[in-house]
């Protein structure tokens, strides 16, 4: 790796810390309004911040091409590590993460990681006490990472000299690159932003207007629109209105759709979107699916009204899909069925191309087709019958991919879990952990489960559950051929 490329890397890094610092300073607005005393504390993370980065993109501002591909990857995993490094001031400076956990330190890592994976799964058991600058900050940086971090740099700057598509399949390898359209310009990406601002602002309306306050309308916004689903309250979204869960579900399901898709939808070029539709159909048929199972438990089996069953069924679900996390009942006393199908479904996870975590739709529907194939060829072997997605054949090489994955994914899974019962954790929270970690969904089984937090989990777990959390996000192949001794071979 040549000196130049690594120069510009740090270049990278700086715009991304003054973009961080920007956010931080964001934060001060509630900290005055609500006048909790965290003006000076965050203020002076928000200038060292801003100024680290500054210094960063200004000593390596002529160094603006990266020529090893190679470097993408590196990028992008260093990116994470440093933004979650800096992301953990607020909470060390104003003491938010002393009183829950004996390393606050490894606590606030945890909550920052879950903050800018979008995972939601948090170290707070009682979140409504933390001061509102801290609350924004959670917020903001769900938000900051839910639409991918890369993707944005690439919108503002989009000459920065890498290349867009290896950085962009680095970052998200989930996207769907089964077609000749996949993301690859600066353009695509400008696009699919800005309809990740219009629906932040038209969700943050629509709350508003059902009632909520402004305060907790622009977090929850922020939290479901980026699939996160942290909350400034303790229950979660437990306490909203009917109207105002109703549309938070339809928020986190729109988040699991494909942006481009989104895009192409409101901007009315319908003819375009008839021939992929096969993904969105898949994911539309599982979540209604899913429903009716979990409304029919929740009716029949815990003896819910219909319109409790439904509401709730709905938007949990939803939250599952989407690997949001946002919790609208306690989960943990649960039928157990009901409990291990939202497992699986935050596994499946949302559309390639969305804020979702998982395996992404596109992947399981693959895999799917590529099972019955199989089953086919069994029964007629001279057959010869391709398997398709969107009408057009899938190569052999991305169906090999997606097995991979799968598979990578599924050992990730065993070995997170085996970890995890190491750290003296039982088997059903280790394997909720695991599951709720890697996938981005944030909450998992027993204790961490439902209402409750990670914050009894023993520093060395929270570490490991941190790992997880950046294995998922960057879908473990990133992070993972940065172990290869090739990598770093010349």
Known sequence: MKAPDIKAMLRFI????????????????PAFHFADGTQDPIGLCSVFTLAVGTMLWVSFGKYRRIEDRRMSYLLVVLMWLVLTLFATLPFLVTGATVPIHRSPFTAAWFESMSGLTSCGATVFPEVALLPSSVLLWRSMMQWFGGFGIVLLVLAISPKLGINKYSLYTAEASGADNTGKTAVSTGATVRRTLSIYLAL????????????????????????????????????????????????????????????????????FRWSQIKHKLEQFSFYMGVFIVSVLFV???????????????????????????????????????????????????????????????????????????????????????????????????????????????????????????????????????????SVGCLTGFGPGLGASGGFGSYAAFSPMALWFCSFLMLLGRLECMTVLVLFLPRFWRR
């Open 295 to 433: 409304v029919g438990a929740l009716h029949w089996h815990m003896q819910l009204p219909w319109e409790e069953a439904l509401r709730i069924g709905t938007v949990q679900t939803a939250s599952a899909l989407t690997t949001t996390g946002s919790v609208v009942a306690d989960t943990t006393v649960w039928w157990t069925p009901v409990c291990f199908l939202l497992l699986m479904l935050s596994v499946c996870g949302g559309m390639a191309g969305s804020t979702s975590g998982g395996l992404k739709a596109m992947r399981v529907l693959i895999l799917l087709r590529n099972a019955r194939g199989i089953l086919r060829g069994r029964l007629h072997p001279n057959a010869v019958a391709p398997l398709r997605l969107n009408g057009r054949p899938v190569s052999s090489h991305i169906v090999n991919n997606v097995m991979v994955i799968f598979m990578v994914y599924g050992f990730t899974l065993l070995f997170g879990t085996m970890c995890l019962m190491l750290c003296g954790i039982d088997a059903t929270q280790s394997i909720g952990a």
């Open 14 to 29: 700086g715009i991304m810390l003054v973009a961080e610092g920007a956010l931080m300073a964001l934060c001060l607005v």
């Open 200 to 267: 932040t602002g038209f969700f943050i309306l629509m709350l508003n207007l059902a009632g909520m306050q402004v305060w907790d309308a622009v977090n929850l916004t922020f939290t479901n629109i980026s699939s996160g689903g942290f909350s400034v309250a303790s229950d979660s979204i437990a306490s909203c209105t009917p109207l105002q869960q109703y549309i938070l579900a339809v928020a986190m399901l729109l988040s699991g759709v494909n942006f481009m898709l989104l895009y192409l939808f409101f901007t």
